[in-house]
């Protein structure tokens, strides 16, 4: 049974924040399915069972301004 947490991340625009992101979700969850959706702002993040709080922090320490969704 996986987990899906969603992000408001208002300061994505482009391509390397995706990357960015991913990759500080991925450091923490291998495993994890990362979805960065620009256009709306969203990320959600599947199959983590991490706590919300863990991946905000991350996201935080990767230069963004998650927002829960």
Do not use: N, Q, W
Not at 1 to 15: A, H, L, N, R
Not at 29 to 56: M, T, Y
């Amino acid at each position: 049974m996986s987990t899906t947490t969603t992000f408001e991340v208002p300061d994505i625009s482009c391509g390397h924040c995706a990357r960015a992101i991913t990759e500080a979700v991925k450091a923490l969850d291998p495993d994890a399915r990362v979805d960065v959706d620009l256009a709306s702002k969203r990320v959600s993040i599947d199959g983590s069972f991490l706590a919300e709080s863990r991946l905000a922090e991350a996201l935080r320490e990767a230069g963004y301004t998650p927002e829960p969704a």
